[in-house]
């Protein structure tokens, strides 16, 4: 897989006060827009490292997803911000974050007007289960078309689990119940076929390989007794669990469906 990334954000532009995070339109050293997702959001460097880990698997399998970078915020911006709540955030979010390459017209993904094929949708759909995220409703899709293309965004809300370490592994052997809200469920048509796929490209090796591009800051924490070690190390293992479980999680989906 190839090497992410790492600009240097030289304009904040605006906040997108639609997400819960608000994340930001920014320009970076290389010329390109951004969102860009803070590391002192609401969930922190947590939702950061679900959306690498989320991001990088859909781009593994086969999805279109944009472009991740590993973004540098430095202390300027929140002294010149007048808005005391982006000030705050910009204040927290100094030094390494996440941005995703800003798709300019792009528009949501609009489950009555947009099509999408059923291997696209059931792809999605499974990998979806697969890392527990929560947040690809009718309410809100995180998908977008553009370009007559489906672009699948926003990963941060996968892994709940981590939130808790003390509880983590009562999450190895659970299935997604959660699916059945899942906004292409009804189109999600080849979830077997996709779980062949998936069975042979998500391997241990590629698995590693995603978790250790984590940078070591995201790793640390206050909160949490875990190693930055033994956190890369769980993220490995609930992974390889879900997908020798994966035929319980297409059956779940099917059922649901």
Do not use: C
């Not at 509880?167 to 809200?181: A, G, S």
Request: aromatic residues 8%; proline residues 4%.
């Amino acid at each position: 897989m190839n090497a992410i990334r790492t600009v240097n954000v030289v304009q904040y532009i605006k906040p997108l006060r639609e997400g819960g995070s608000m994340p930001a339109i920014v320009k970076a050293d290389d010329e390109f827009l951004y969102v860009l997702k803070f590391r002192g959001a609401g969930q922190g460097k947590k939702a950061l490292i679900a959306e690498l880990i989320g991001g990088e698997l859909a781009r593994l399998v086969g999805l279109k997803v944009p472009e991740l970078v590993f973004m540098n915020l430095d202390d300027t911006f929140s002294k010149t911000e007048p808005d005391e709540e982006v000030q705050d955030l910009l204040k927290f979010s100094v030094g390494l974050n996440l941005g995703l390459h800003f798709l300019t017209s792009a528009i949501t993904y609009d489950p009555l007007a947009s099509k999408i094929d059923a291997l696209t949708a059931s792809k999605i759909v499974l990998l979806d289960s697969v890392i527990s995220n929560i947040d690809r409703t009718a309410k809100n899709t995180n998908l977008l078309d553009w370009k007559n293309e489906l672009w699948v965004i926003d990963n941060g809300a996968s892994f709940y689990f981590h939130h808790n370490w003390n509880t983590w592994e009562n999450h190895l052997t659970r299935t997604f119940p959660l699916i059945k809200d899942h906004v292409l469920l009804p189109k999600a048509k080849q979830l077997k076929e996709v779980s062949e796929i998936f069975k042979k490209i998500i391997t241990p090796d590629k698995i590693a390989e995603i978790i250790n591009i984590i940078p070591e800051d995201w790793l640390l924490s206050d909160e949490d007794t875990f190693s930055p070690s033994e956190i890369r190390t769980a993220y490995n293992t609930y992974l390889k669990a879900k997908l020798e479980m994966i035929d319980s999680l297409v059956k779940e989906a099917q059922d649901a469906r």
